[in-house]
């Protein structure tokens, strides 16, 4: 038997393992595999998680309930102590997503299509950005220097975006809830700064830019760490005229913002009601009163 019959019969026996654990649409067919086989399920979809694998469970109506209610892993059943391939195969699926998320960069076509600048922090690249976080809560000179040219200085909002730990929550949602926000905001009469992207931020960021525009209020749409449920889950931080050093309770959070969670056009609506009581109460954090 040479590699290609070998691979063959490999392939075949893994596309039946598959067919055997409702992960093929089609039937099974011997006729090997072409390579341009597009009947696979998407294993990190909503339709695939929801099925119940647990056999003959005591009480089916409530662990049905229990599936629709949340996106963690229930009824996902055992193969003796083990997972399932079906639950193993989803797991590892997940797994990569997440990765995938911290990892790979934002959408540069996506960022042009919003009209967003990009600048860095003083991380310089990923493997920096996750291992050394005091660097990307700096900016470096030059950034420091782009925005004092290209932002609007003492604006009401300053409103930027940054990939945090999901480049993947910037390119999944940002085109829905930043048109929200900022229309909705002008639609109130608040005075909005420049938006522009931060690579390689993270949460702190926020401050040396409050203080270099002179923004009452300052938003950062921000990827949060990826889980095994959503590795497009992003969040809004807020602070009224933030300063560096300031204690973390001073920022309002509104998170798990994506399409299974808070929807982006919603999470956008919801932002402009609360940045307007940030306004008119002077304040953020605990001591906003929602």
Not at 87 to 104: G, I, Y
Not at 180 to 205: C, Q, S, W
Not at 209 to 233: C, F, M, N, Q, Y
Request: some cysteine.
């Amino acid at each position: 038997m040479d590699n290609r019959q070998l691979v063959d019969l490999i392939t075949k026996e893994v596309m039946k393992v598959l067919r055997e654990n409702g992960l093929l649409d089609e039937p099974y067919s011997d006729g090997g595999w072409s390579g341009t086989d597009t009947s696979l399920l998407d294993l990190t979809s909503k339709e695939y998680k929801d099925t119940i694998q647990v056999t003959d469970p005591e009480n089916q109506l409530a662990i049905n309930a229990m599936r629709r209610s949340t996106t963690a892993r229930v009824g996902i059943g055992r193969a003796g102590a083990r997972l399932t391939t079906k639950a193993m195969l989803s797991l590892r699926a997940d797994h990569a997503m997440a990765k995938d998320a911290v990892l790979k960069a934002a959408d540069e076509n996506i960022l042009r299509e919003m009209n967003l600048p990009v600048i860095q922090s003083q991380a310089r690249e990923i493997n920096e950005h996750l291992t050394r976080p005091d660097l990307g809560r700096k900016l470096p000179p030059e950034s420091v220097d782009f925005i004092k040219k290209n932002c609007k200085m003492n604006p009401q909002v300053q409103i930027y975006v940054s990939d945090g730990l999901s480049n993947s929550a910037i390119d999944e949602n940002i085109r829905e809830i930043l048109p929200a926000l900022m229309d909705g905001l002008k639609h109130r009469g608040i005075d909005t700064g420049t938006p522009f992207f931060v690579r390689f931020g993270r949460v702190p960021t926020m401050d040396v830019i409050s203080e270099i525009t002179g923004a009452e209020v300052t938003v950062v749409l921000l990827g949060e760490r990826p889980g095994l449920a959503a590795a497009d889950s992003m969040s809004a931080y807020m602070a009224y005229k933030a300063t560096v050093g300031m204690p973390e309770s001073r920022r309002t959070v509104v998170s798990n913002i994506h399409k299974n969670g808070i929807q982006p056009v919603e999470a956008g609506a919801y932002l402009v009601e609360i940045i307007e009581k940030m306004l008119q109460t002077k304040s953020s954090g605990v001591d906003l009163v929602l």
